[in-house]
């Protein structure tokens, strides 16, 4: 969960944009979570696949905590 | 953070660049510098940092005032830091900025109740980086217009006071001692006393429970002083502690004042939801012709 807003480090989760399964690119929004003031589509980091996701909609979730795991596809070069 | 608030409409829906927001926190950080969009939580934040835009608030982030509606920290000031003018001047030049705004805390504690920063900052950003239009957003300096005076002095291309809101919330909505004529009494002298190239601001929130009369009225007080920019956005409220929301303003309304206003005369107004005073300011010295 990235620090969305300089002065607070809690939001309220909102929904999930993948669901575990769903291929991500990078720069995709995984997620949207709303702080006091917005709502934030957080994108994806990386390109992958939806692995985990560790909290659901509605729930209280701060800055630095693991929401969801996206796991790597490693391409093989020949 | 408690409670999540009324349900918030999907315009307060924002895409969050991480990386390019960091980047200019971390420019901030270094120079000890203060903006407004960190300090008030401002939704445009992602947007703005992530194309190199940010509003400078100077004099410090802890305001002598307690405005009802406001995010910055009411608290005891730290005295005034006089290499703030030089470190604004080399943000600006680093963010590579073509238009600024400057805005500060209310600093009723100081002699000059800061008029005087914002004529440094004027001047500094005048001598390092000559081509970038200057806004100032100022507070009403308690209606002290020898004060007024001294930031039109130094010239910039836009001097901005915020109305906040209709006369019959000004006493709700502001500070005690922020009054609706002072602020009007504020903007007419600048008007009056501006140099040619000078233009006069000012913005009003809405959703605070405002009537379709109140907002003309306040237009026709802000014509009749001389105002040439309005600027109108959706207030929204900062924690569950703050003046309370009355109302997200439907789209049609934000166009239907920007028609009125228009016809009553503003030489430009920006009309939406997510309008705050300095998102995409430089678009209305555009407007009027207005180039360094």
Redesign the interface.
């Known amino acids: 969960m990235?620090k969305?807003?300089?002065?607070?480090d809690?939001?309220?989760f909102g929904t999930w944009e993948k669901q575990v399964g769903e291929h991500i690119q990078k720069g995709e929004?995984l997620f949207?979570v709303?702080?006091?003031?917005?709502?934030?589509?957080?994108?994806s980091?990386v390109t992958g696949v939806v692995a985990e996701q560790r909290v659901d909609e509605g729930a209280t979730v701060k800055a630095g905590e693991v929401v969801g795991v996206v796991t790597v596809q490693m391409i093989e070069r020949r | 953070?408690t409670t999540?608030?009324t349900k918030?409409p999907a315009w307060?829906?924002?895409?969050?660049?991480?990386t390019q927001v960091k980047q200019v926190?971390q420019l901030l950080d270094q120079l000890h510098l203060n903006t407004v969009c960190?300090?008030a939580?401002?939704?445009n934040?992602?947007e703005c940092f992530g194309t190199g835009t940010a509003a400078f608030m100077i004099l410090g982030p802890n305001c002598t005032r307690n405005c009802h509606f406001c995010?910055v920290p009411h608290k005891r000031p730290a005295p005034v830091d006089l290499t703030e003018p030089l470190h604004v001047a080399q943000a600006i030049q680093k963010l590579g900025l073509k238009h600024v705004c400057v805005t500060s805390t209310d600093r009723d504690d100081l002699p000059d109740l800061g008029a005087d920063q914002f004529v440094r900052v004027i001047q500094a950003i005048r001598h390092l980086t000559p081509q970038t239009t200057i806004e100032v957003l100022t507070p009403d300096f308690q209606g002290k217009t020898p004060l007024v005076q001294r930031v039109l002095a130094a010239q910039p291309e836009v001097f901005n006071h915020n109305m906040e809101t209709v006369r019959r919330l000004t006493p709700l909505v502001r500070d005690r001692r922020a009054t609706y004529d002072h602020s009007l009494a504020v903007l007419r002298y600048a008007h009056q006393h501006a140099a040619p190239g000078t233009y006069v601001k000012t913005g009003i929130m809405l959703g605070l429970g405002e009537t379709d009369e109140e907002v003309y009225a306040t237009m026709d007080d802000l014509i009749a002083a001389g105002v040439d920019f309005l600027s109108i956005g959706q207030y929204?409220?900062?924690?569950p502690k703050h003046y309370q929301l009355r109302e997200w303003v439907p789209m049609e309304r934000f166009q239907t004042y920007y028609r009125v206003a228009m016809q009553k005369g503003f030489k430009f107004v920006a009309s939406s939801p997510l309008v705050r005073s300095s998102y995409k300011a430089s678009a209305e010295l555009a407007a009027v012709g207005v180039t360094r």
């Open positions: 990235p969305l807003s300089p002065k607070s809690q939001y309220f929004v949207e709303e702080s006091e003031k917005v709502i934030s589509e957080v994108p980091e | 953070m999540p608030q918030k307060l829906r924002v895409r969050y660049d991480q926190s960190a300090e939580n401002c939704p934040i992602g995010d929204v409220q900062p924690s």
